[in-house]
């Protein structure tokens, strides 16, 4: 191992150990102080973040054509990292007040990040397969946290059973590129496809079961299904986990290999790549509109916003649109994830135990008893429908801009009317909390409200203030191929 | 005189002062509340009359012109850009006159949340203002959506019986048209590299085969605000189920922006369509003028029928929007304001009617002229007005936009006119049976012997608009002086490019 080599995951290595000695401190933190647990994962977080900001502008190909370090890379660790520490922030006083406090939990994240990280620098299929696994594992744990209660098994059980089908499709296709290609390295297969030495028909069926693989991953439909039931049954700071982070993730390797390794599929894949990122986008928006229980009406939200984050994708597919499809896409997915995590915030101050307190009509009178949160949800519900003055909006904007410029605004007209569509049932939110009487009952806690308002602050002012923000995607994408 | 920040800068956002510090009030608060707003939209209504001092009002183009990049991004600008000319000099200045005046009327209608509704209201005063003056198309979307947000929660919250289901149908049906005009907005800028609009109308060649698609567009956006006929049935339930204030800003001003936003960019930016779509927008806002007539004379509710009415007072704007000629376009601005005051002074009205009765319903009146003396010898005023009597402000409109509109060559037949003057007719009738029903005859419901007539925080609220109505009514001059150099300059440009294009 160089030094460049060690350079380039010194986040993951820190966060990795980092973990592993929490394990072993957890063993001598009393069971009531648990929150020391919490505090040092997220200062343990916060630290990686540092060590990845130190990381900004390297490009480095490591580990022998193994990993790549490059600034969309660090863009997206650092995306994994913050979430992960407002995702500790919405579960410090959730595990507490629904019985499930384990010092476990902060290190389950932690490695997942860990996984995440390493997959966007993944810059081979079989690292891809090892950080999908090194990530999704410690999810499928958290997602039955709960135990006992049922839900939360049940989420376990199907998060896990889908996660291994999917990763069998992606694991296939991987071998069949290899067949095709003799190689698993993106490098390597590149090579091969510019030498005209592939075997063009196993290379796209293994292209094309890769894309079903990430596709459960990411919840894009027909592959969304497993997502609504797992979203409701988790523990509800490790569903904005999934939502935000999983999600980031899963586009990131898209991005990485259909865009580097496979450009000319990616233009052949095109037209299902569409039909994937229209469907979804219709699929999840009109299902979200029978939702009455909020983290359902979340998760079919998210599986909207993975329409969304598709439709660049699409639009990524014609070479002269390459760079800003992908600065639009990490631009949403920013936004994206601010917003759910306030939102998410929001759900978790309103939850109560056993699963109550999350149905709609909980809602009724946030807006009047609690303005400051019912302000916030509304300022989240507004930048998820892409309203003006938030960030959602600015990115719909880019998303949808850079989707006309590409050529199709055929799918942006999709996406527009889809969005319509998601207005109403986020508008709904809106009526309960506002317009209806009711009696809610909220947990005050200053962590969730500190990620709730200022999550909130954070949407209106970016929307504001857009370019900052803006600049840093756009240097993210420079160095992709 | 400078107070170091932009004009246009201060009068857009000068109520975010006042929201600030409402913020700060407890919610108990009520009266102090009360008068931050108010205070705060006299402020911004003098702001807008320093405005008024500093326009030149024989220049035809953009003047107090403000422009600073907002964001840059590679192939992608998007300025903070404002300006003020003839077009929108009058509906800044009406926008700034009729929210002191609706905050006023609340003072007893509006107990319940008191805090959040002036929030609202001077928050949708910002984004009003900003429709108006801002320059740049993203800019113009950012304020154009924003102010659904303040006028939902007023509609959604402090409205009457079906009010939910009258906000969200506000919110979708602007929201339907407004995504539309996103699109054509991306395009454009896809186009030129600029969303500016003094750039883009340099620039018109490079989208002007998209033409007819943008003009669709932005159209659809700006007809579902108008309303035009058939996109109007959200206006009936936002303006019966919306608070009184709520529905004279929702008449007086925000209709005014589908009217504006034509006025602003499709005319100018896509000359050849808007001739080849007149006759069609024309015949459509026929329609509306007749259809909107009737209907209204069909009501019982007087609320509805002043909400249709609007439907109908619309269409001429639209129509002498689309007749293309100096006169008619000069009238429709006019009569933009026209509307604005009648209309408001109607809803003022019919809110104090309610708030004596709790009914809306005309066969619950009757004969209160002998009652309420005031008030009749007001609503008289105002009905007179808003169906055009000369001497009264909504003739010198309407009469302006038919006698443009019969020589228009772009619709090429008085027809047009000639069926739209049906409309001054039809309502003089559903107005007059309206005043007719309510405040003549005898006394037949023995509640109303106990009406009290308007006390002088009512009669302030209705004064200022009856003194425009007889201005505009009696000298509209210094009026048209301030339109007319713009509107010429529009007229022409739309008939240049048309020359350009045989």
């Given at each position: 191992m160089t030094q460049a080599d060690f350079f380039s995951i010194l986040p993951i290595i820190t966060i990795l150990l980092w973990a592993l000695a929490l394990l072993v401190a957890d063993l001598w933190i009393p069971k009531e102080r648990k929150s020391m647990t919490a505090l040092l994962a997220a200062v343990g977080l916060a630290v990686g973040v540092g060590i990845s900001l130190s990381q900004v502008g390297q490009t480095a190909l490591t580990f022998k054509g193994m990993l790549m370090l490059d600034n969309f890379a660090v863009f997206l660790n650092i995306i994994f990292l913050v979430s992960g520490i407002l995702a500790i922030a919405l579960s410090y006083d959730y595990l507490k007040r629904m019985g499930i406090e384990r010092g476990e939990y902060y290190v389950l994240m932690m490695f997942s990040i860990a996984g995440m990280m390493l997959l966007t620098q993944a810059y081979n299929l079989i690292v891809v397969f090892l950080a999908i696994e090194f990530l999704s594992i410690p999810l499928y744990i958290l997602a039955g946290f709960a135990r006992p209660r049922l839900e939360s098994e049940e989420a376990a059980l199907k998060y896990f059973l889908l996660g291994t089908f999917s990763s069998g499709f992606l694991l296939y296709g991987i071998a069949l590129i290899f067949g095709a290609t003799k190689s698993t390295g993106l490098e390597g297969i590149m090579a091969s496809l510019s030498a005209n030495e592939a075997n063009l028909v196993l290379f796209i069926a293994g292209a094309s079961l890769m894309l079903v693989g990430f596709g459960f991953k990411?919840?894009?439909?027909?592959?969304?299904?497993?997502?609504?039931?797992?979203?409701?049954?988790?523990?509800?700071?490790?569903?904005?986990?999934?939502?935000?982070?999983?999600?980031?993730?899963?586009?990131?390797?898209?991005?990485?290999?259909?865009?580097?390794?496979?450009?000319?599929?990616?233009?052949?894949?095109?037209?299902?790549?569409?039909?994937?990122a229209a469907l979804t986008m219709v699929v999840g928006n009109v299902l979200a509109i029978n939702q009455t229980n909020l983290k359902r009406l979340l998760a079919y939200s998210s599986i909207a916003h993975a329409g969304y984050l598709m439709m660049a994708f699409v639009s990524a597919s014609n070479p002269a649109q390459t760079g800003q499809a992908v600065s639009a896409m990490l631009y949403y997915l920013v936004a994206y994830g601010l917003t759910?995590?306030?939102?998410?915030?929001?759900?978790?101050?309103?939850?109560?135990?056993?699963?109550?307190?999350?149905?709609?009509?909980?809602?009724?009178?946030?807006?009047?008893?609690?303005?400051?949160?019912?302000?916030?949800?509304?300022?989240?519900?507004?930048?998820?429908?892409?309203?003006?003055?938030?960030?959602?909006f600015w990115g719909k904007f880019f998303l949808f801009r850079t989707t006309?410029?590409?050529?199709?605004?055929?799918?942006?007209?999709?996406?527009?009317?889809?969005?319509?569509?998601?207005?109403?049932?986020?508008?709904?939110?809106?009526?309960?909390?506002?317009?209806?009487?009711?009696?809610?009952?909220?947990?005050?806690?200053?962590?969730?409200?500190?990620?709730?308002?200022?999550?909130?602050?954070?949407?209106?002012?970016?929307?504001?203030?857009?370019?900052?923000?803006?600049?840093?995607?756009?240097?993210?994408?420079?160095?992709?191929? | 005189m400078n107070f170091g920040i932009h004009p246009l800068l201060l009068v857009t956002f000068f109520p975010l002062v006042g929201v600030l510090v409402i913020l700060f009030l407890k919610s108990q608060q009520k009266k102090a509340i009360r008068w931050t707003a108010l205070a705060t939209a006299l402020v911004t209504f003098a702001i807008s009359l320093w405005v008024l001092a500093q326009f030149q009002p024989g220049t035809a183009g953009m003047q107090l012109e403000l422009r600073v990049p907002w964001l840059r991004l590679d192939g992608l600008a998007i300025d903070f850009y404002m300006g003020v000319d003839g077009l929108s000099i009058l509906m800044v200045l009406l926008t700034a006159l009729l929210t002191p005046i609706a905050i006023l009327s609340t003072w007893s209608a509006v107990e319940d949340r008191v805090k959040g509704f002036m929030i609202f209201f001077l928050l949708l005063e910002v984004g009003m203002t900003g429709v108006f003056l801002v320059l740049d198309l993203v800019l113009f979307y950012v304020f154009w959506e924003f102010t659904l947000i303040p006028m939902y929660f007023l509609i959604g919250i402090w409205g009457g019986e079906r009010r939910i289901y009258a906000a969200v149908k506000f919110f979708l049906f602007t929201m339907a048209g407004s995504l539309l005009m996103l699109l054509a907005i991306l395009v454009i800028g896809f186009q030129t590299g600029t969303f500016a609009w003094s750039d883009l109308l340099e620039k018109r060649e490079l989208f002007a085969a998209a033409q007819t698609w943008l003009f669709l567009a932005f159209g659809l956006a700006f007809a579902i605000k108008v309303p035009m006929f058939p996109l109007h049935t959200w206006l009936p339930d936002a303006h019966v189920e919306a608070p009184t204030a709520g529905s004279v800003i929702l008449a007086g001003v925000l209709l005014k922006m589908g009217a504006y936003g034509f006025l602003r960019f499709n005319l100018p930016l896509f000359p050849e369509a808007t001739v080849k779509f007149a006759p069609y927008m024309a015949i459509l806002a026929i329609i509306g003028i007749i259809y909107g007539a009737a209907v209204s004379y069909a009501q019982k509710d007087m609320k509805k029928l002043v909400a249709y009415s609007s439907v109908s007072h619309l269409g001429f704007v639209v129509l002498g929007t689309f007749a293309l000629t100096a006169q008619s376009v000069s009238g429709s601005v006019l009569q933009m304001v026209n509307h604005g005051l009648s209309t408001g002074a109607l809803f003022l009205i019919v809110g104090m009617l309610y708030e004596r009765r709790h009914t809306r319903e005309m066969s619950a009146f009757g004969g209160v002229w002998k009652v309420v003396p005031v008030m009749g010898a007001l609503m008289l005023v105002v009905t007179l007005s808003s169906m055009g009597l000369p001497g009264l402000n909504g003739f010198v409109g309407e009469f302006t936009i038919l006698l443009g509109s019969f020589g228009s060559k772009v619709l090429g037949s008085p027809w047009f006119a000639g069926v739209a003057t049906l409309g001054v007719i039809l309502a003089a009738v559903y107005l007059l049976v309206m005043f007719e029903k309510v405040f003549l005859g005898p006394v037949k419901v023995e509640a109303n012997l106990a009406l009290k007539d308007l006390n002088v925080r009512e009669i302030v609220t209705l004064v200022p608009l009856l003194i425009l109505i007889f201005w505009i009514g009696l000298y509209p001059q210094p009026f048209f002086n301030l339109i007319n150099p713009s509107v010429e300059n529009l007229v022409s440009m739309v008939s240049s490019a048309l020359l350009a294009a045989h």
């Open positions: 990411v919840a894009v439909a027909p592959f969304h299904e497993w997502a609504p039931d797992v979203y409701q049954g988790s523990p509800t700071p490790a569903s904005a986990f999934m939502a935000v982070s999983v999600k980031a993730a899963g586009f990131a390797v898209l991005l990485r290999i259909f865009l580097t390794a496979f450009p000319t599929l990616a233009q052949q894949l095109m037209p299902v790549v569409w039909g994937v759910t995590f306030g939102a998410w915030a929001v759900v978790v101050s309103l939850e109560q135990a056993e699963g109550k307190g999350l149905e709609l009509e909980d809602y009724a009178g946030v807006g009047q008893k609690y303005p400051w949160l019912g302000a916030a949800m509304l300022v989240f519900m507004l930048s998820l429908s892409g309203i003006p003055l938030t960030i959602g006309v410029e590409a050529g199709f605004t055929s799918l942006a007209l999709v996406g527009l009317f889809t969005s319509l569509v998601s207005v109403f049932y986020y508008l709904r939110v809106v009526v309960y909390m506002f317009m209806r009487p009711g009696e809610p009952r909220v947990r005050r806690d200053g962590w969730l409200s500190l990620v709730a308002v200022g999550a909130a602050v954070a949407v209106v002012l970016l929307s504001v203030l857009p370019s900052r923000l803006l600049d840093m995607a756009a240097q993210a994408v420079l160095r992709l191929q | -």
